[in-house]
C-alpha cells in the first residue's frame, strides 16, 4: 500500500517531466558526466511548462511510469556517493571557466528543484489529508493508516540541500582551480623576472667576455713587444761591456791637451761622415745598425778586430754590391718621381721657366725695386719633391743677409723676378742644384729641388 502511494506521489511530482528526462539519459550515455547533468536539469526545467500545473489525478493513470521517475531520482538525488564518483573525475580535468559553468547550472537547478520541493509539499501535505479522512470514515475498522515510506523523500530533500550548499568536490575543485591560477600567476611573475636578470646577466657576461678578450690581446701584444726590448737591452748591454773593455785604455779627459782636442775633431768629423753614409743606406732600404757600424770601427782603432781580413774583404764587397744596387733603384724611383712633379708643377698657372732650366713661379710681386748694392734679408724654404723638408729657415727663426751680388747664380736670377717682400717658387734640376753627388745624409743623388723664397726686406750696404 505504501509504495503505491510513494509511486502516485512520485508520478504527481515528475509527470511526463520524469519520463522524458529517464530517455535523456538513455540517448547520451557517450556524453560527459558533466555535460549529462547540465541536460537532465535542463530537461527537468523544460517539462513542468509544458503541461501546465501538475496535479495528482491527472497522473493516476500513469502510475507504471512512476518506476522510471524512481529511478531517475534515485541516480540523481538519492546516491550522492554516484555523483561525488563523477565529480572526483571530473575535477581533476577541469579548468576553471568549466568549474563556473557547473556552478552556474547548479543554481538553476536547485531554483527548479525548489519549485518541485513545493509542489512536493503540497502533494505531501494532500496525501495526509486524505489519509486523515480516509482513519475518520473508518474508524470501526480500526485499521491503522500507514504512512508512505519516506526515506526516498528524504533521500531526495538531501540531495536538494547539497545542491543548495554545493558537493564538497565541486567547492573544493573552484577552490584548487583558483589556488592553481594564483600559482601559475605567481610562477608567470617569477619566470618572467628570472628572464629579466638572466637577460641582463648575459649581457654582462658578453661585455665581461669581450673585455677579457681585449685585455688578452692586449697582453699578448705587450709581452711581444716586451720581448722585444729585452732582446734589445740585452744586446745592449753585451755592446756595453764590449766597449768598455776596447775602452779601457782610453783618456777619461780626452779634451785635456791640445792633442787630444785635435784629435778628438778629427774622430768626430769621421764620426758625422760614417753618420751620413749610414743614413744615406737607410733611405737607400740597406738595414745598418749604427751599434755594429761602430763596433767595427773602434776593434779597427784598437787593433782587436773580431774577423778575419779575409772575411772582411768578402763582406764590404758584398755590403758594396748591396748598396749599390739599393742606391740604383732608389734613384730611378726618385728620377720618376721628379719627373712626374716637374710635369705637374711647369702646368700650373703662372709657371715659367727661365734661361738658367728651372721653372719659377711668382707668388707675391711685392713693391719697390731693388737696388744692386741692396743687402737683401732673404727666408728660404727647401724641401724634396715628394715633400720632405731639408731646412726651413722660417721655422728656425734664420733670415739669411748679404748684398745682391754675393748670392750664388740661381738665387740671384730668381730674386731678380721678384721686388722688396716678394715671394716666388723655383723647381730646381740636379744639375742645378746638388747633382749626382746630393747631399748626405739629407739630399740623395740626382735630386729635384724645390725652394721657396721670400724677400724679408731690403737696406742700403753700409759704405
Known amino acids: 500500500m ?11 511530482m515528475w509527470g511526463t517531466a520524469g519520463l522524458s528526462v ?16 547540465a541536460e537532465q536539469y535542463q530537461e527537468t526545467n523544460k517539462a513542468p511548462s509544458h503541461n501546465g500545473t501538475i496535479t495528482p489525478e491527472k497522473k493516476m493513470e500513469g502510475a507504471p511510469s512512476s ?3 524512481e529511478k531517475f531520482v534515485s541516480s540523481s538525488m538519492g546516491n550522492p556517493s554516484g555523483e561525488r564518483s563523477t565529480s572526483r573525475v571530473g575535477s581533476a580535468s577541469l579548468d576553471s571557466v568549466t568549474v563556473h559553468k557547473a556552478l552556474r547550472a547548479r543554481e538553476r537547478e536547485v531554483s527548479a528543484l525548489r519549485a518541485e520541493q513545493k509542489v512536493l509539499q503540497q502533494a505531501l501535505k494532500a496525501l495526509k489529508e486524505k489519509m486523515t479522512g480516509i482513519a475518520t470514515e473508518r474508524p470501526s475498522a480500526r485499521v491503522r493508516a500507514e504512512l508512505p515510506d519516506l526515506t526516498l523523500l528524504q533521500q531526495w530533500v538531501g540531495g536538494l540541500r547539497a545542491a543548495w550548499r554545493g558537493e564538497p568536490d565541486v567547492r573544493r575543485a573552484a577552490m584548487l582551480v ?11 611573475r617569477a619566470t618572467t623576472k628570472a628572464n629579466a636578470e638572466l637577460a641582463a646577466q648575459t649581457l654582462t657576461l658578453k661585455e665581461s667576455a669581450q673585455l677579457l678578450k681585449n685585455l688578452r690581446e ?3 701584444d705587450n709581452e711581444r713587444a716586451l720581448s722585444e726590448l729585452r732582446v734589445q737591452t740585452r744586446r745592449a748591454q753585451e755592446a756595453l761591456k764590449v766597449l768598455k773593455v776596447r775602452y779601457s785604455g782610453v783618456s777619461d779627459n780626452p779634451l785635456a791637451s791640445e792633442p787630444s782636442r785635435l784629435g778628438y775633431a778629427a774622430g768626430s768629423v769621421l764620426g758625422l761622415d760614417v753618420l751620413g753614409v749610414i743614413g744615406e743606406r737607410q733611405r737607400w732600404g740597406v738595414p745598418v ?3 755594429d757600424v761602430l763596433a767595427g770601427i773602434v776593434d779597427a782603432v784598437t787593433g782587436q778586430l773580431q774577423l778575419s781580413r779575409g772575411e772582411l774583404d768578402e763582406l764590404v764587397t758584398r755590403v758594396d754590391v748591396e748598396a749599390g744596387a739599393a742606391r740604383a733603384r732608389w734613384v730611378a724611383a726618385q728620377a720618376k718621381r721628379d719627373e712626374g712633379y716637374v710635369a705637374q708643377f711647369s702646368r700650373q698657372k703662372g709657371v715659367k721657366h727661365s734661361p738658367m732650366g728651372f721653372w719659377y713661379r711668382v707668388d707675391y710681386a711685392g713693391s719697390g725695386v731693388l737696388s744692386d748694392d741692396a743687402v737683401i734679408d732673404l727666408v728660404v724654404k727647401e724641401q724634396l719633391t715628394d715633400g720632405t723638408v731639408i731646412q726651413d729657415m722660417a721655422l728656425n727663426g734664420k733670415v739669411l743677409s748679404q748684398p745682391l751680388s754675393s748670392f750664388p747664380p740661381l738665387f740671384k736670377e730668381a730674386i731678380r723676378y721678384l721686388q722688396n717682400h716678394g715671394a716666388l717658387t723655383l723647381v730646381v734640376p740636379p744639375e742645378l742644384a746638388y747633382g749626382d753627388a746630393g747631399y748626405p745624409p739629407t739630399v740623395p743623388p740626382n735630386a729635384t729641388m724645390v725652394y721657396t723664397l721670400r724677400i724679408d726686406g731690403e737696406r742700403v750696404a753700409k759704405g
Open 218 to 220: 692586449s697582453h699578448q
Open 289 to 291: 745598425e749604427r751599434a
Open 67 to 69: 518506476s522510471v521517475s
Open 2 to 12: 505504501k509504495f503505491w502511494v510513494l509511486k502516485r506521489v512520485l508520478v504527481a
Open 22 to 37: 529517464s530517455q535523456g539519459i538513455c540517448a547520451d550515455e557517450g556524453v560527459p558526466a558533466l555535460l549529462q547533468f
Open 178 to 188: 583558483r589556488q592553481a591560477n594564483e600559482m601559475a600567476e605567481e610562477a608567470r
